[in-house]
């Protein structure tokens, strides 16, 4: 939980992602560049940036926490046979899985329309907040 990170909102539910300690300088370049690019996007169908912490080692970048992870994991869950979903909750419908793939498809137009190339559109890289947004 991070606090006045947000404006209006006292506690924040936050992910930090990290680069691994054994980054290449490359790769640690390339981690600070995506958060860079990452600052100028504003879409509900785009995970948020928040911050980053580029003060001492490791570099924090923090994002808004989508509670349910990635699309893959959480669709495989909802499977009627999975041993992982203690809920009992059933799988999406027709419907809400139309509405995800509609909004994969807006936060990619928007992405699009901010001259951004993904490379790696896929349900793993997909993330889905508390009320199933994606």
């Known amino acids: 939980i991070a606090k006045d990170i947000v404006k ?3 506690d924040t539910r936050v992910a930090v992602k990290t ?8 790769e ?20 948020r ?3 980053v912490v580029s003060k001492g080692q490791p570099t924090l970048v923090v994002m808004e926490l989508m509670t349910h ?15 992982n979903n ?10 809400e899985m139309i509405q995800m793939a509609g909004e ?3 936060g990619m137009a928007y992405l699009n329309a901010k001259k951004f190339v993904h490379r790696d559109l896929a349900a793993r890289n997909c993330m889905v907040a508390e009320d199933n947004t994606v």
């Open 28 to 47: 640690r370049i390339e981690f600070l560049n995506e958060a860079s690019v990452m600052k100028a996007f504003s879409c509900h169908h785009v995970v």
């Open 69 to 83: 992870g990635d699309l893959k994991s959480f669709l495989r869950c909802l499977r009627p046979d999975s041993e």
């Open 8 to 10: 209006g909102e006292p």
């Open 49 to 51: 940036l928040l911050g």
């Open 86 to 95: 203690p809920t009992g909750k059933p799988p999406p419908t027709l419907k």
């Open 19 to 26: 680069v691994n300690e054994s980054a290449s300088l490359r």
């Open 104 to 106: 994969i498809a807006d």
